[in-house]
């Protein structure tokens, strides 16, 4: 079943277009990504999605609804949450802090019962310690939980980012580029861990260049080029498709890990 | 520090302040003069720095302070209301205008923000001398009495302040004043409202990626500012009895943002203890009063160099245990 469906979507700079027509469903519970050369509109799409860029036309249809060029705190709340590329944490909190603040959404207390510290705004607090401690343990991280968040190794920062994401318990958890210069041994577990949010009822929309880790992970496989879609599809297909391997390598075959 | 501890360590504070104030100054009327003064600005300061804490820069203080200054003013001699209802009233008007003006102006990042914020204080003072039918112009709002009896069901709770020692009646309007805020601002920045606070201040996208209402936190800590505001310029006019266009000008505006940075951004009590330390510090300083914006240039651009985190960050390892970066004590970047 769709959880999301991506209709027409076309985003233009200008005369450019970064996105153009693009349209493609996300299957309840699996890993679809997304994936091209430099310069595909792979960002756009990913922001689009995402709410925090506006699209020139097409549409986002989650759960039925339409949730195009909404704001961005809006989409999260349907349940739409992303993560960001690089290094996005709230530097100076600790890592536990840090997962606590995400779970924002949830909670039951207003702002006047937070700064009146009521029972509703207390027992929040409470669930929400204990929640971010369960996932950064879930994700291999809670043995730095009271470090800063900026003291934190690359490989690390990356599992922070997708805590934050799972502590908004999201429908669907939209990963940018969770691999980037990550290397094989941290690529490893970072693919665990999605695997992992994908285990507890999450589809996950991740963004990616690395096509060995894509290749692994993915269920469904999107292919951009140019803004456009060229081809969708299960990773060995993929592997196969004559346009694909046309968009990453020119018309020769040379290596590249797919 | 344990709870309990730090409720003691205040109450004592507190007392101290209370009483310890007044009998040192027995006598000296000017110098407890000086001391209201500076609780009044420590209180339109506690504004300025909530708006560091949600990463921005506010300039502009000095005309929501003027506007808050006007309205008490107004509603005292004009509508003849008791100033116990003007004060309030003051803080509200100038919350409305805050807030109208911050729903658009708060979208504008960084610099852009600060530069507008710059010139409102300017805009207030012109539109002070100009609306001269409600304002009276240059000429401004004169001989507004002193605060009333207020008595709730025929019960006198504050006597007529024209029956007591004037000085030390504003004295304790003053402190009242200056508890009450920074109760308000440390209850706000320890509860979650204040994590939320934080989150703007380091990453606005990321907040709202976990559904946080960004334009609308920023709007509530804009608010918050300005009543801080208007309530503290309805305590200099009734203070000054007076008050002209020039009662708050962009000089004003900017000192706020020094004692915010002398005292620490980080730190809750750090403009209480910058408004404190260098308003009181040029008190006593007399003969330097010329120099004052030339010393204060040469102080912020000092402070910013050699203790960026402010006064407040300053520890004694013997005394106290070592600063932790936990949650009065972050933010500091802006």
């Known amino acids: 079943m769709a959880i999301m469906e991506v209709v027409k979507l076309t985003k233009r700079f200008g005369g450019l277009a970064a996105v153009n027509n693009v349209s493609f469903d996300v299957h309840e519970g699996e890993i679809l990504s997304v994936i091209g050369p430099n310069g595909a509109g792979k960002s756009t799409l990913f922001k689009l999605i995402s709410s925090f860029l506006p699209a020139t036309s097409g549409k986002v249809v989650f759960r039925g609804e339409d949730i195009t060029s909404q704001k961005p705190h809006v989409v999260a709340r349907k349940g739409v949450i992303r993560t960001f590329q690089e290094t996005t944490i709230f530097r100076d909190m600790t890592v536990l802090d840090n997962v606590v603040v995400a779970h924002h959404l949830h909670s039951k207390a207003s702002l006047i019962g937070f700064f ?19 996932i950064i ?43 980037a210069g990550m290397n094989a041994e941290e690529t490893e577990s970072a693919l665990g861990m999605v695997r992992g949010i994908r285990g507890r009822g999450i589809t996950v929309l991740l963004v990616e260049h690395d096509m060995p880790a894509v290749m692994k992970v993915s269920d469904r496989i999107v292919v951009l080029n140019f803004g456009e879609m060229i081809a969708e599809g299960a990773p060995s297909e993929i592997q196969e498709n004559e346009a694909v391997i046309e968009a990453y390598l020119g018309r020769e075959d040379e290596e590249l890990g797919i | 520090m344990t709870r309990n501890r730090k409720i003691t360590l205040a109450a004592v504070a507190i007392a101290l302040y209370l009483i310890g104030v007044p009998w040192l100054c027995a006598g000296r009327n000017y110098y407890l003069g000086v001391v209201t003064t500076a609780s009044g600005l420590a209180v339109i300061c506690a504004g300025v720095w909530l708006i560091f804490y949600i990463g921005r820069i506010n300039i502009g203080q000095g005309a929501f302070a003027l506007i808050g200054g006007y309205a008490a003013a107004i509603a005292v ?67 507004i009495p002193l605060p009333g009896e207020l008595s709730i069901f025929g019960v006198t709770v504050i006597p007529d302040f024209a029956t007591l020692n004037k000085h030390r009646a504003l004295f304790y309007l003053g402190a009242v004043l200056l508890v009450v805020t920074y109760a308000v601002i440390h209850r706000v920045v320890n509860s979650r409202l204040g994590w939320l ?124 245990p070592p600063k932790t970066p936990s949650r009065p004590a972050s933010g500091g970047d802006i």
């Open chain 2, 197 to 320: 606070f934080r989150s703007l201040q380091q990453n606005e996208d990321l907040a709202s990626s976990f559904g946080v209402n960004v334009p609308m936190l920023r709007v509530i800590a804009f608010a918050i500012c300005t009543f801080f505001a208007g309530v503290g310029g309805a305590f200099f006019v009734v203070m000054q009895q007076s008050i002209y266009p020039a009662t708050f000008a962009v000089q004003d505006s900017t000192y706020f943002l020094l004692y915010c940075f002398i005292g620490g951004l980080g730190f809750v009590f750090g403009p209480l203890v910058g408004t404190f330390i260098l308003y009181m510090g040029f008190e006593v300083l007399q003969g330097f009063k010329e120099y004052q914006p030339l010393l204060y240039a040469l102080l912020m651009i000092g402070v910013m160099l050699w203790l960026p985190n402010g006064l407040l960050s300053i520890r004694l390892p013997k005394f106290l």
């Open chain 1, 137 to 179: 343990d879930f994700l291999g991280i809670g043995q730095m939980r009271d470090e800063a968040a900026k003291n934190l190794p690359h490989g690390h920062l990356r599992a922070l980012g997708m805590a934050m994401g799972m502590a908004a318990a999201p429908k669907i958890l939209l990963l940018d580029e969770p691999f």
């Open chain 2, 77 to 143: 001699t004009k509508w003849g209301l008791s100033f116990w209802i003007a004060m309030p009233f003051a803080g509200l008007a100038s919350m409305l205008v805050g807030m109208l003006i911050g729903l658009p102006l708060l979208r504008l990042k960084g610099v852009y923000f600060s530069m507008i914020t710059l010139s409102l204080t300017e805009t207030a003072r012109l539109a002070a001398q100009s609306l001269k039918a409600v304002t009276n112009g240059p000429n401004g709002i004169l001989n």
């Open chain 1, 116 to 134: 009146l510290g009521t029972r509703v705004a207390r027992d929040d607090e409470a669930g929400f310690r204990r929640s971010a401690e369960e």
